[in-house]
């Protein structure tokens, strides 16, 4: 029998299924050539701003499972602001959409090993990639809701939380730019072997979800693909509060 979850979340859960069959009707084929190209793709409008701001209402409204854990960044020198990692189990619009996700996603993990000459190969279902994970020890929840006020910021870092690592994640903007927050925009940084680093600025609107390489990616060279390092992390919030909601795909150790 399915867990119930703990906490009654009212206005979350009535959008539970909407925005993973929606995930169904992007254009993956474009998403699939942009993250080849570039390691990042942009979903455009995957929530509508209704269900943003009842996912967004969660951070302070939640009951106390909802969320395993608080950090505040600047104990840790990971920047300013803080973020909650959920708790097990996920509410179900979360655990639909991660699902969903995955689906999609196996495939360029896999196409990315095979570029890359990495023989290990990406279960077709989170289900069993998740097994796989427990059976490694990484069972703890990895998605998570962050919220930015004025001068807050997230340094550059990359989400690794055990052996198992799942390529790419999602980070899906809550808040609506321009008019809940100025700045704080997602930034993208990839490391090429022997080159300085190549920043990269991922605009986001209210509701767009943005895909991108975890930890490294393959791109084509003279002689074939190497790997090439991704960190992410997010500018300076110039005014007003910024709220994302993370996706990643291994569980933590
Ligand atoms: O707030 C953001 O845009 C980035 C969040 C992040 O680092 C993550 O979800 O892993
Ligand atoms: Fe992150």
Redo the contacts with the bound molecule.
């Keep these: 029998m399915a867990p119930l979850h703990p906490d009654p979340i009212p206005a979350a859960a009535r959008h539970a299924p909407e925005p993973a069959l929606r995930l169904a009707a992007h254009d993956w084929t474009r998403a699939h050539a942009e993250l080849d190209a570039d390691g990042v793709a942009v979903l455009p409008a995957l929530l509508s701003p209704p269900e943003c701001a009842d996912l967004a209402a969660l951070y302070d409204a939640a009951g106390p499972h909802t969320f395993r854990s608080k950090v505040v960044m600047a104990r840790h020198g990971f920047g300013r602001g803080e973020y909650k990692y959920f708790d097990y189990p996920l509410p179900q619009v979360l655990s639909l959409l991660r699902t969903a996700f995955y689906g999609h996603l196996a495939a360029t993990a896999n196409r990315w090993n095979a570029m890359l000459g990495i023989a290990h190969a990406y279960p077709p279902s989170h289900a069993e990639y998740l097994q796989q994970c427990h059976a490694a020890g990484q069972t703890r929840a990895t998605p998570?809701m962050?919220r930015?006020g004025a001068g807050d910021y997230?340094c550059l870092?990359q989400?690794l939380y055990g052996a198992n690592i799942f390529p790419l994640?999602v980070?899906i903007?809550l808040s609506r730019p321009g008019s809940a927050f100025e700045g704080g925009e997602?930034v993208l940084t990839e490391q090429r072997p022997r080159m300085q680093s190549r920043p990269l600025v991922v605009p986001l609107a209210q509701g767009d979800a943005a895909v991108f390489a975890v930890s490294h990616r393959p791109v084509r060279g003279s002689r074939g693909f190497h790997r090439v390092n991704m960190r992410?992390?997010?500018s300076r919030i110039c005014s007003g509060t910024?709220t994302?909601l993370?996706l990643?795909f291994h569980d933590a150790a």
Excluded: K
Aim: aromatic share 6%.
């Design positions: 998570l962050l930015y997230n870092h989400d994640q980070v903007l997602l992410h992390g997010v910024r994302t993370g990643i």
